[in-house]
């Protein structure tokens, strides 16, 4: 069956460096989204991105955010400089349609910042 | 704005017995769509069931139910004959196609424990 996953399951950095969280969603979705959830709180929406552009977006995705598809299969979140409370569990999920579509969920990656 | 409700910060059951996790919401919306997703402690996020607005009749998906109360915006879910491995945080969800939006709106969780 097929799977969202992303890559890397784990990333410390350093407050301020620039990180990169990378996702494969399934081949036949044509939408794509990033959730995260800082430890022990509740999963909260950060991005929508349809044909190569950003459909919606949250209060929390800000100019240090950014969100990219630079091939036929990643889809990526950049964080500029990264602040401790960036510190979080990040999922990308994808769906085949926008509303009614279910999302399916990668595994997430842990990102602590330092 | 659309928020979701889940009660029970904890809840634990013997194995092969049934629990029920409570979940309420709040919309202004007729048409929407309401899900259980699963973490276990790998925390991953996994569909368990989904139920459409419009559909009077009850989602069940093998273990899995729930019971939609749309008057009263109640969507609990229902695991029947408890497995440990259903041990997991389960977040309850909204999302509403209205205006545009494809968000999900998350609940706090439940973590529940099923013991041997």
């Known amino acids: 069956e097929p799977e969202v996953t992303q890559t890397p399951s784990h990333q410390v950095t350093q407050m301020g460096q620039e990180v990169i969280l990378r996702c494969v969603p399934i081949s036949n979705h044509l939408y794509f989204y990033w959730y995260r959830q800082i430890l022990g709180q509740k999963v909260e929406f950060l991005v929508s991105?349809?044909?190569?552009?950003?459909?919606?977006k949250s209060e929390i995705f800000d100019d240090q955010f950014s969100v990219e598809r630079p091939d036929g299969s990643n889809f990526t979140l950049k964080i500029r400089s990264t602040k401790l409370e960036d510190s979080a569990m990040y999922f990308c999920?994808?769906?085949?349609?926008?509303?009614?579509?279910?999302?399916?969920f990668g595994p997430g990656t842990r990102l602590l910042v330092l | 704005a659309q928020t979701v409700t889940q009660s029970q910060p904890e809840m634990s059951v013997q194995e092969a017995e049934t629990v029920t996790l409570s979940c309420t919401y709040d919309t202004s919306e007729s048409n929407y769509y309401l899900f259980w997703y699963k973490q276990p402690p790998s925390r991953q996020m996994i569909l368990v069931i989904r139920?459409?607005?419009?559909?009077?009749q009850n989602a069940t998906e093998n273990r899995f139910s729930v019971n939609f109360q749309k008057a009263a915006k109640s969507f609990s879910l229902k695991i029947s004959d408890s497995q440990l491995g259903d041990t997991a945080m389960y977040f309850c969800?909204?999302?509403?196609?209205?205006?545009?939006?494809?968000?999900?709106?998350f609940g706090k969780g439940t973590k529940l424990t099923v013991n041997p």
């Open positions: 991105f349809y044909n190569n552009e950003i459909s919606e």
């Open positions: 969800a909204f999302m509403t196609p209205q205006g545009g939006s494809e968000k999900l709106v």
């Open positions: 139920q459409e607005a419009y559909k009077q």
């Open positions: 999920a994808s769906s085949v349609d926008r509303g009614q579509e279910t999302q399916y």
